[in-house]
């Protein structure tokens, strides 16, 4: 059984994970259900591999020897901008979580998610289906209410510009925080199922800092910086 | 014992009196003996040389020679005066004669060769008996002959006081006019210069007056001033116009204004009102009263008998207040006051022995000109005193500005010490908290997966106990996060959780949320109510999984309401085997079990359990308010 993309060729995966168990485990999830996988343990591996062609899917780790994964997302997303990021966590905490989506990465993977699991979450990854937990929902959902108090202190954690989201979009990050199902979010907001993906993926787009200068400018417009 | 103490109190403060009013005494001697000294040396000295001789004086139609300085009687009638009469000898010398009156009481008319060269009653102010105004009077040439020649001093007089002519002196103008002006700066400039000094002073003070309304002493100044100037600059009526009421006004200021300075005095050194204050002011009231009812010469009577004394009587009460200041403060303005009253004091004394003819003297009345003299000091006194207080208030403000910057330091300091007190406390409570839910969940099962690879076990059973640790590591991060009270956001990711876990056993979570809005908000919720509950569902799921072999679990979310508020309730419910509650107590399933119960009181949920053979049902009921302390911890 292999997986293939819409052109018929097999899915390739760069997988950068600088710990060999656990990088051994994910490979085997991902080769077991068709995956072509590359592996790296370091950023400079990662880079070299990178020179070989650009994957469908790169799956990272934050922490590695050389370097932080962040780094590597941030120019992904500049060299390729059709792949397809993902964050490794152990934890799935929103500190790494967070901060790798507003470089560009669509949600991320448990090291110690279940074989079928990891198959899944790619699969609809590649699908064009960004899932989203519900605490980096939640996470998100909260810090647009702090944007709307006025405080002058920066709230705590990665710093986040949820200005761009529409209010539909933050009743779907509710819902998904809540723990609503995307058919239950969709009947509760009168939409249709098979629109919600859709919308995660834009929240994902529209919280994605592009440049530092756009960063500036969007801190501009909300007042958080006074010129 | 208090009569001990009482005498041995006293007896300090009989040597204190004594050793602050002795030399404060004596200075005043000194300064008693100075002025009369001062007194005598600065009396004006007249051109003997041209000094008249051979006086006769015609009175009631009888005629005797006297000498100048003289005293005639008193008289209340300006018929038929008495008239003094003399010869001198005029030599041409081309140089103007003049003759000259250093002092008169109360007015006279100068006639030479039968000539009136000088009438003194027109010029009001030289008849007043409280100055020492001269006259001097130019002789036209032509009514002077070589030789002798005649002149006639016709002397008013108007009682009380007996009348009064001192030498008279005839001679050049160049010769007698040095002696003129003397007396003239003297007794009549520097009474108008004081005056006018007094009155510019009434101003300011009244101005202070009128901005402090609660400070009067500025006000009584102010008043005693203002009657000083209008005594000083209104001219007295000559008494022919006897119907003139302003007589009486004139004559009651003077003990009026003694009595505005004693009020000043008691309100300055902030002694209490004496009962009978009110009485200082009675003898001028009496005055004026008289005045106003009665024409002259009662007026002047009662000023002489009652005014005159009660000035004398207000001195004395003056240098007795400011005496025991000086005994109670040992303070300058009390020392300098002091020395002023007695100064004025010795001057009354001295023209009370003047009118009385004790003290030989020219009748030269000094009391008016030393008080005058005394109230600018006391007013100039007063503004400094005002000034002074205006640069304390300065300083005080400064001070104060200075004083509330450091207490604002301080304050800030002490708030950030709090701050990071508070920080502290809370830091070390969360680590607590921390540490006991590790140690409930994470610390057991990393010990559990240690002793199952130290025992060779493989596979499941280790990667279980792994995976629970993981679980429980994620459920403690997840319930330190701020869910504002929404226990929702926490059963939300508690779901995913749940999901994952159940997923690999094929069981499926029926996941129901009947109420709209899930469960009612609990701004009270804290992490470690959110731990308790979430820690009682997983125990839930995980019996359903290892224990009961149910395909299905359905959580069901909904908010009920009694009537006495809404509350929240989440029930488990799976479709296993059930199991036996009287079981095994030592068992797993009874250890989950208690466990279970202890957590749900702990945070003040009320538990229940059904479990048969259709499977195991777990009901929580939220309460309405979350208890703010552990309940069972301690």
């Known amino acids: 059984m292999s997986e293939q993309g819409e052109t018929g060729e097999a899915i390739t995966i760069l997988l950068v994970e600088d710990d060999a168990p656990t990088c051994w485990r994910l490979q085997d999830a991902l080769v077991k259900a068709g995956y072509e996988v590359r592996s790296a343990g370091t950023l400079g591996e990662a880079r070299q591999a990178l020179n070989s062609g650009a994957p469908r899917v790169l799956l990272t780790d934050l922490r590695l020897p050389d370097g932080h994964g962040i780094e590597l997302i941030r120019e992904m997303r500049q060299r390729c901008p059709d792949t397809e990021i993902m964050v490794i966590s152990a934890l799935g905490d929103e500190e790494s979580v967070i ?10 993977l448990l090291k110690d998610a279940f074989p079928t699991d990891i198959a899944t979450t790619v699969r609809d990854l590649v699908a064009g289906h960004s899932p989203i937990s519900a605490s980096i929902a939640r996470f998100i959902v909260r810090r647009t209410q702090g944007a709307a108090q006025t405080s002058a202190e920066p709230p705590p954690g990665p710093v986040l510009n949820t200005a761009k989201l529409t209010p539909r979009e933050i009743d779907i990050l509710w819902g998904i925080a809540k723990g609503f199902s995307y058919a239950e979010i969709a009947s509760h907001l ?18 994605e800092v592009h440049t530092r200068g756009e960063a500036v400018f969007e801190a501009v417009q909300q007042g958080l910086i006074k010129l | 014992m208090n009569e001990i103490a009482a005498k041995a109190t006293i007896r300090p ?13 004596l200075l005043q001697v000194l300064i008693a003996l100075a002025t009369i000294l001062g007194l005598r040396l600065l009396q004006p000295s007249d051109p003997e040389d041209f000094a008249l001789g051979g006086i006769s004086l015609r009175e009631d139609g009888a005629a005797h020679p006297v000498t100048l300085p003289h005293f005639t009687s008193s008289r209340y009638s300006l018929a038929n005066p008495p008239l003094y009469t003399g010869a001198f000898t005029f030599r041409n010398s081309g140089a103007g004669w003049s003759v000259y009156l250093p002092r008169f009481s109360n007015a006279v008319e100068v006639a030479v060769n039968g000539i009136v060269v000088l009438d003194s009653r027109r010029d009001s102010n030289a008849n007043r008996p409280d100055r020492n105004t001269p006259q001097i009077a130019a002789v036209p040439a032509s009514l002077l002959h070589d030789g002798s020649n005649e ?13 009064f002519l001192d030498t008279v002196y005839v001679g050049p103008d160049a010769a007698l006019r040095p002696a003129f002006e003397t007396r003239t700066l003297l007794f009549v400039t520097l009474p108008v210069v004081f005056s006018a000094w007094q009155s510019i002073l009434a101003v300011i003070l009244a101005i202070m007056w009128l901005m402090r309304r609660h400070e009067p002493v500025y006000g009584v100044l102010a008043v005693a001033m203002v009657l000083g100037v209008v005594q000083a600059f209104v001219p007295p009526p000559v008494p022919p116009v006897t119907t003139s009421r302003l007589a009486a006004v004139l004559l009651a200021s003077a003990p009026i204004e003694s009595a505005l300075i004693v009020v000043f005095a008691l309100l300055f050194f902030g002694r ?18 008289a005045g106003l009812l009665g024409g002259p010469p009662l007026p002047r009577i009662l000023f002489l008998v009652l005014g005159i004394p009660m000035v004398g009587i207000c001195l004395l009460v003056m240098a007795g207040i400011t005496a025991a200041q000086v005994v109670r403060r040992l303070d300058a303005a009390s020392f300098t006051l002091g020395c002023a009253v007695t100064i004025v004091l010795i001057c009354w004394i001295h023209d009370m022995l003047s009118v009385f003819e004790i003290m030989s003297n020219e009748r030269i009345f000094v009391s008016r000109l030393s008080y005058s003299a005394m109230l600018v000091a006391i007013g100039a006194g007063l503004t400094w005193r005002f ?25 800030k300091a002490s708030f950030a010490r709090e701050e990071e007190r508070a920080r502290a406390a809370a830091l070390a409570n969360e680590r607590t908290r921390l540490m006991r839910d590790l140690h409930d969940g994470l610390g057991g099962q990393l010990v559990s997966i240690v002793a199952l690879s130290e025992r060779g076990h493989e596979g499941a059973t280790i990667t279980d106990a792994a995976r629970a640790a993981l679980k429980d590591l994620r459920l403690v991060i997840d319930s330190m996060d701020d869910i504002g009270g929404d226990l929702m956001l926490a059963l939300g990711s508690w779901r995913e959780r ?3 876990q159940l997923r690999p056993h094929d069981i499926a979570l029926d996941w129901r949320v009947a109420t709209p809005q899930g469960l009612p908000l609990h701004p009270e919720l804290r992490p470690w109510h959110v731990i308790q509950i979430v820690r009682i569902l997983d125990e839930a799921v995980t019996n359903a999984v290892k224990h009961a072999q149910a395909r299905n679990v359905a959580v069901t979310i909904e908010t009920l309401d009694g009537g006495e508020g809404p509350y929240g309730v989440i029930s488990i419910a799976d479709d296993g085997k059930g199991f036996a509650l009287a079981g095994e107590g030592t068992s797993q399933t009874a250890r989950g079990l208690r466990n279970m119960r202890s957590r749900a009181a702990r945070c003040g949920v009320t538990f229940e359990l059904n479990s048969d053979s259709s499977g195991t049902r777990v009901r929580l009921q939220l309460p309405q308010v979350f208890p703010d302390s552990d309940a069972a911890a301690g």
Do not use: C
Request: aromatic residues 10%; charged residues 20%; positive net charge.
């Open chain 1, 99 to 108: 901060s790798a989506i507003t470089v560009g990465a669509t949600g991320y």
């Open chain 1, 190 to 207: 009168g939409l249709s199922r098979q629109t919600v993906p859709g919308h995660i993926k834009n929240i994902y787009r529209k919280l």
């Open chain 2, 13 to 25: 403060r009989r040597r204190l009196i004594a050793s602050r009013l002795a030399p404060y005494l």
């Open chain 2, 151 to 163: 002149i006639s001093v016709r002397l008013f007089v108007w009682g009380p006081l007996k009348g």
């Open chain 2, 272 to 289: 209490s009102w004496p009962r009978y204050g009110t009485l200082l002011f009675l003898p001028g009231v009496v005055v004026f009263v």
């Open chain 2, 387 to 411: 000034a002074r207080a205006l640069n304390q208030v300065d300083g005080f403000a400064s001070q104060l500005v200075t004083r509330v910057r450091e207490a604002e330091e301080r304050l």
């Open chain 2, 498 to 500: 749940a999901a994952m």
